[in-house]
Each structure stands twice: as C-alpha cells, then as structure tokens.
C-alpha cells in the first residue's frame, strides 16, 4: 500500500514539473512570436487639424510603407479635429491598409481624429489623453445642420463596428441630445479619457510611453522607421485649411486692386503674387491642382492687362471668367473654392469702394472707367431734343437728295426725305425724330394717304 501510495506521489510531481515546464515553455513561445511578428514597422505623424492636405501627405505615407512590405503602422494621433470629409477619405485609407494599424493617442483624438482612430485595427491611449467629442461644427464656430449631424453620427457608430466597439458610444460623442447613463447626460457630448475608454471598449490598451507601447507590439524601437512630411506637404496642409484659403485668396485679388490704384508695381502686386503663388503650389502639391488650373489663372490675367489696351469689356470679361475658373478647379473641393473665393470677392469690393471714396479713381484703375468729360467750353454741344417737331409742318429750304435742310416751326433742321427726291419749296411734314435725325415727306403726300 505504502509502496502505491509513493508510486502515485512521485507520478503526480512529475505530472506538475511537466506542466510547470510546458506552461514555461510556451510563454517564451509566445513572446519570442509576438517580438518577431511584426518584421517592418512604420511611425506616422497626425497632428494638427484635419484637412485634405492631411490627406494626401497619409497617401503617400501609406504607399510608401505598403511598397517596403510593412506589416505594422502606427499612426501617432495628436489633434483637435477637422474636416469631415477629410476624414472620411482617410479612414477609407486606414480601413484599406493591407498592414496592422495601431492608432496611438498620447494626448487628443477629438471629433474627425477620434473618426480616424476609430477606423484603426487597435487603439492604444496613454493616461492623460483624451478622445471623442465629435459634434460637426461650421466655420463660424456653431453646431452643424440636423442633417449633417445625423450623417456624421451614422458614420461614427460604423466605424465603432469595425472592431466590435460599442456604437451607443460613438453616438454619444456627436449628438448632445443623446442621453447615454453613467458617462454624460443631455445637453453635452461624449469625450473619454484613457481609463475609461478602455472601460468601455473604445481603448485596447493603456500604457505609460511609447517605449511600452513598443514592448507590447513586440517591436523594436530602433528599427522603427518614421514617415514625415515634406516641406511641401506642410505647405500644402497649412494652405488646403479652408480659413487659410479664403485668407490667401482676399489678400491676393485686395493687393490686384490696390496695385490698380497705385501707379507702379509695388508691394501689394508682390504681396498678391506671393498669395496666389501659395495657393496654387499647395494645391498642386496636394495633388488637387494641375497645370490647366494654373494656366487658366495665367491667361486670365493676361487678358485682364490686355482689356486696359484693348477696352470693349469682351476681352476683360473673359479673362475674368478664366482667372475664376482656375482658381475653383485648382480647390480641393468645388463647393468650398467658391465660397473662399464669394468671401474674397466680397471683401474685395468693400476694399475698392473704400478705395474709391478715399482717393477717387486712380492709377490702373482709370483704364477701366470712362474718365472723360465733353465740355461747351472745349467745343462739345450735347444734342438738342426735337422730338416736339413730330408731325409738325414745313417747307424744304434745299433740294433732298434724299438729305437736305428744311424749316419747321421757324427752326432750320437736317432732314431726310422717305419719298426720293423734294425739290427746293417743297411743303413737307415730319414723320419720324430719333435722336438728331428727322425724317420727312412731301405734304401732298401725306394729305393723300
């Protein structure tokens, strides 16, 4: 018996040794697949505000880490929102991206960020930072129509779906009517800190650096390789914000405008050059503007300088069309070109008449307005009105040929005749006045008919 019992004792510490070792065995398993799953990773900026020129530099970030097969991006996510649409194109980037992509929030995600965070493959947040509040707001600062709301909110909850989040939650974060219990009530929208988006689903994880962040991905932080802007995509982020848009395109057409009035070409020409030369580079930078849009532009004020020449208005009016015409196409957006450029244009014609009751019609500016002033004193005589000599009597003083003078009403007049020849004496009565010209005809004629 004893013998059994010492049999079944040493059988069951081998048991457990084994276990013991196995479990040992497959943690480091685990962790040495986890340090060698991803092979090549990528660290990507989102920072600022969210606009189409965001979007492109994400493009190409996103090709150039896909063209050296990386099998893990990490979009480092520091922002106060932005546009919507921006957004959404770049959250179709993310959801497409054939690699791992972890969004990191280190300090806010708000409204359209928190849209691109949500679209990621896992969310990893530090304490301190914060996501969510993303009600649409318009340029003036002030919630967005219903509709646009309800848009914004339908494609909040999908994105939430993607990865099995709580859509109610996204919902919260953009509607302010929406009462959600234990997190906010009426009257305010949803933001989360770190700890509690990771209560609720919205947080995989929290850690304390990018170092952790690191050891949790199983990476190395050294053969992390980073994608930053060029300086021509920062260029193009700063000018595609539509405040800087309609900013650049009031400053370049006030500066046409005051250089119309100032002899010269001087620092508004230079000023308005350098304004509308941003505009263009940004946009094409972008990837939004071509030539054709920057060749209308140049052709339209070439036929803007050619009107000052060549006045009739034909030549002015289609310079004006094309310089507008490129300006719109080159926008990222035709709606939002024409009203940066109805803003500009509005403030452009605040500025000319300002102009104009300050310091009259000068410079350029004369070539476009008909200046000139027919004085008695220089020999100018405006014509008479003679239309009282309709249907009044007279005899002709010469021979119509069909012209000729004629006395009506005691006045000497020229006059035509409608019935060929009159002989000098001829009674004659006037039919028709237009302007200086009177037409006649022989008054047997008339007493005829």
Not at 276 to 282: H, I, M, T, V
């Amino acid at each position: 018996m004893n013998t059994a019992w010492r049999a079944m004792r040493r059988l069951w510490m081998a048991l457990s040794l084994f276990s013991v070792l196995a479990g040992l065995m497959m943690f480091v398993s685990a962790q040495t697949a986890a340090a060698a799953s991803y092979q090549k990773a990528f660290w990507i900026p989102v920072d600022n505000t969210i606009e189409r020129g965001l979007e492109s530099f994400l493009t190409r970030a996103f090709a150039e880490a896909e063209e050296q097969r990386a099998d893990l991006v990490i979009l480092d996510i520091n922002t106060p929102g932005g546009e919507v649409r921006a957004a959404g194109e770049i959250g179709k980037l993310i959801r497409e991206a054939p690699m791992h992509v972890v969004a990191y929030i280190d300090n806010q995600a708000f409204s359209a960020g928190t849209y691109i965070a949500l679209n990621a493959d896992e969310i990893v947040m530090t304490p301190g930072s914060s996501m969510g509040a993303a009600t649409p707001i318009d340029l003036a600062g002030n919630a967005a129509d219903v509709k646009m709301i309800s848009a914004w909110s339908e494609q909040m909850q999908s994105a939430a779906k993607l990865n099995q989040r709580n859509p109610d939650v996204a919902r919260a974060m953009v509607e302010i009517d929406v009462d959600f219990p234990g997190l906010k009530g009426k009257g305010t929208v949803l933001s989360l800190d770190a700890q509690t988006a990771q209560n609720v689903g919205y947080a995989d994880q929290v850690v304390g650096s990018k170092e952790e962040l690191f050891r949790q991905l199983g990476v190395n932080a050294a053969s992390i390789q980073t994608i930053d802007p060029t300086a021509g995509e920062r260029v193009a982020r700063w000018v595609t914000n539509p405040f800087v848009m309609s900013v650049l395109l009031i400053v370049g057409l006030v500066g046409i405008v005051i250089e119309l009035f100032a002899p010269g070409f001087g620092v508004a020409g230079t000023i308005s050059l350098v304004s509308f030369g941003l505009y263009f580079f940004g946009h094409f930078v972008a990837g939004f503007a071509n030539w054709l849009h920057i060749a209308l532009f140049l052709i339209g004020i070439l036929l803007m300088i050619m009107e000052i020449f060549l006045p009739g208005g034909i030549v002015g009016a289609i310079g004006f069309i094309s310089i507008v015409t490129g300006l719109i196409m080159a926008a990222y957006d035709t709606q939002q070109g024409l009203a940066s450029l109805g803003i500009a244009a509005l403030v452009t014609v605040i500025v000319a008449v300002l102009l104009v009751k300050r310091y009259g019609v000068n410079g350029l500016f004369k070539k476009f307005i008909l200046g000139d002033v027919q004085r008695n004193e220089e020999g100018y005589v405006a014509p008479k009105d003679q239309r009282d000599l309709l249907h009044k009597s007279g005899v002709a003083l010469t021979p119509l040929r069909p012209a000729g003078m004629v006395k009506v009403d005691g006045r000497r007049v020229d006059a035509v005749s409608v019935g060929g020849y009159v002989a000098a004496g001829t009674p004659v009565i006037v039919i028709q006045v237009e302007g200086t010209r009177i037409v006649v005809q022989e008054q047997e004629l008339e007493e005829k008919e």
